[in-house]
C-alpha cells in the first residue's frame, strides 16, 4: 500500500504523480500488487492522536510519519474487510 497525497479537492499534484511512478516501479521490481491509497488528513489525524495520549512535541516529532502511515495501512484494511 502506498500512500497517495491527492489535493484536498481529489486531484492529483506533483507530489501524487511522483508516488504513482514510484508505486509502477514498485510493482515491477517486485512482481506483486500496489495499491495506491488516498493520505489526506492522516497527518493530522495522528497528531490529533498523539496529542490526546500527552505525546511530547519532541517526541510527535519522531513519530508522526509512522504514525500517518499506520492510519494509511488501517484504512486500506478496513476498507478490504468490508
Known amino acids: ?4 497525497p ?5 486531484t492529483i499534484g506533483p ?6 511512478a514510484f508505486g509502477k516501479i ?3 521490481r517486485t512482481s506483486l500488487p ?3 491509497w488516498d493520505e489526506r488528513l ?3 489525524a495522528a497528531e490529533r492522536m498523539l496529542i490526546s495520549a500527552d505525546v511530547s512535541r519532541q517526541k510527535r ?4 510519519d509512522k504514525m500517518a502511515a499506520t492510519l ?3 484504512g486500506y484494511m478496513d476498507a478490504k474487510s468490508r
Open 42 to 44: 492522516t497527518t493530522m
Open 26 to 28: 514498485l510493482e515491477e
Open 72 to 74: 494509511i495501512l488501517q
Open 15 to 20: 507530489r501524487a504523480e511522483m508516488c504513482q
Open 6 to 10: 491527492k489535493n484536498m479537492n481529489g
Open 1 to 4: 500500500v502506498v500512500g497517495l
Open 61 to 64: 516529532k519522531t513519530v508522526i
Open 34 to 36: 500496489v495499491h495506491m
